[in-house]
């Protein structure tokens, strides 16, 4: 298994609502990864996980909450969001032995809150 | 920011023909890599280039890497419709931040 797999692939919200994104790899990456993506923009990152634990907040606003029950999965939890928080967001990993493999990407949940 | 600058932003060429996209980032680096990014769906790794060599090839890619001018580029040879998509460069750093530049929007007409 050589995929990032991310689940739901189209999510729209309400302001009001709570969901969650979920992420899984089986390659035995031990660092993972979200990011946001805007239109026509780049990749801005989010967190990062290191096994299993958070090494990297990019001073995401408290309304994502990220969780990495094991070495397989990222989740990250959603509450409250604005319409501005509508992007498509994205899982990666990659790993641990970092500086010599390229990342893995997940194709992504487009997330819209209305 | 560490975010890089990419040129063009844009680029439109015949199918056949070779298209160039440059990378320029701001800080010390682990590697470079780039990534095609098809619709707006997930990014593929397309090819890494650490900060101790000047190039690499991979197919129809070459990718050239200037540690001193902090820029980078890629070749794409031969060019084909299925090649239309945009291109990132993105810097790997030692704090395991994974950062994009702009990106390039790459049209193959046929």
């Known amino acids: 298994d050589t995929e990032v797999t991310q689940t739901p692939k189209h999510l729209v919200m309400g302001m009001t609502n709570k969901k969650s994104l979920k992420c899984e790899q089986h390659m035995g990456h031990r660092a993972m990864y979200w990011y946001k993506q805007k239109a026509k923009k780049p990749p801005e990152l989010m967190f990062v996980?290191?096994?299993?634990?958070?090494?990297i907040n990019e001073s995401v606003p408290s309304r994502f909450s990220p969780e990495c029950p094991n070495s397989s999965l990222l989740n990250l939890h959603l509450h409250a969001l604005q319409p501005e928080d509508s992007a498509l967001y994205l899982c990666?990993?990659?790993?641990?032995?970092?500086?010599?493999?390229?990342?893995?990407f997940g194709s992504g949940t487009r997330l819209t809150v209305v | 920011s560490q975010q890089g600058e990419e040129d063009p932003q844009a680029l439109s060429i015949q199918e056949g023909e070779n298209a160039t996209m440059n990378c320029s980032y701001k800080t010390s680096i682990n590697n470079l890599q780039w990534y095609r990014q098809n619709s707006g769906r997930g990014l593929v790794h397309l090819i890494l280039?650490?900060?101790?060599?000047r190039e690499k090839h991979s197919g129809r890619l070459r990718v050239t890497l200037d540690t001193s001018k902090k820029s980078s580029s890629l070749l794409i040879t031969a060019s084909r419709a299925a090649d239309t998509a945009s291109y990132f460069c993105a810097t790997d750093h030692v704090s395991q931040k994974l950062v994009f530049g702009q990106g390039t929007r790459l049209t193959i007409n046929p």
């Open positions: 280039i650490r900060s101790n060599e």
């Open positions: 996980y290191s096994y299993e634990k958070l090494s």
């Open positions: 990666a990993s990659r790993k641990a032995e970092q500086g010599r493999y390229g990342y893995t």
